[in-house]
């Protein structure tokens, strides 16, 4: 099973629809995020959450909410969808692990994430 | 501001050598990470560099030079299945990441 699960795989869907992007993870990790990626623009953050009760806007929040529902869920949502919002979007998930040394970086772990199409 | 610059594309012989490079600018600097990402497929985690010098992983090693806001990746005994997007993200003082736009990597037979 995957660490990362993102539902659905693949959406087709009208301008103006409200749609929910659905990720969930077995990792144990407090961070998680969603990423939208455009061909040649690289992933842009959306939003970002540390734990259940800190939720952060990205660069490219406009127009997308999220909910962390638990440590282990994290939804995005497209209140009126619209076709330039047409992209795959990633969940991400990473931990920061404090150590004796200091502070750990850690790798962030995605999803397979969810081709989005707008019509 | 925070930028990532990383070539588009660069092109490349089975059993060859190729170096991507990448230069950073952020606010703050807590590592730097590299992650393969095949065509419609998630980036997965390649290797991580803090301090200055060189990561060796197997065929793959990355390098960092933090005066310089520079890193490459190294891939050695190129196969036709490294042909892939490599992603450069520098980590800023609040441990987010800042992404470039990625390397397409083609490699021909």
């Known amino acids: 099973d995957a660490d990362v699960t993102q539902t659905p795989r693949n959406r087709i869907t009208k301008t103006g629809k409200r749609i929910m992007l659905e990720c969930s993870q077995t990792k144990g990790h407090d961070r998680m995020y969603w990423y939208r990626q455009d061909p040649g623009l690289g992933l842009r953050l959306i939003y970002y959450?540390?734990?259940?009760?800190?939720?952060n806007k990205g660069e490219i929040s406009d127009g997308y909410s999220v909910s962390r529902q638990a440590q282990a869920k994290f939804s995005l949502s497209l209140e009126s969808a619209i076709p330039n919002q047409t992209a795959l979007y990633f969940c991400?998930?990473?931990?920061?692990?404090?150590?004796?040394?200091?502070?750990?970086?850690?790798?962030?772990?995605f999803g397979d994430g969810t081709r989005l199409s707008i019509l | 501001g925070q930028n990532i610059d990383q070539p588009t594309e660069m092109t490349a012989t089975e059993g060859a050598i190729v170096q991507i490079n990448c230069t950073y600018q952020t606010s703050g600097f807590n590592g730097l990470f590299w992650y393969q990402q095949h065509a419609g497929e998630a980036p997965t985690f390649l290797s991580y560099n803090v301090l200055d010098g060189l990561e060796e992983k197997g065929r793959f090693s990355s390098f960092l030079s933090r005066s310089k806001g520079y890193s490459y990746l190294l891939l050695k005994e190129l196969q036709m299945k490294d042909s892939a997007s490599y992603l450069c993200a520098a980590t800023d003082s609040n441990y987010q990441l800042i992404w470039g736009a990625g390397t397409k990597l083609i490699i021909k037979p």
């Open positions: 959450s540390f734990d259940v009760k800190d939720i």
């Open positions: 991400a998930t990473s931990d920061l692990v404090q150590r004796w040394t200091g502070v750990s970086n850690q790798p962030q772990h």
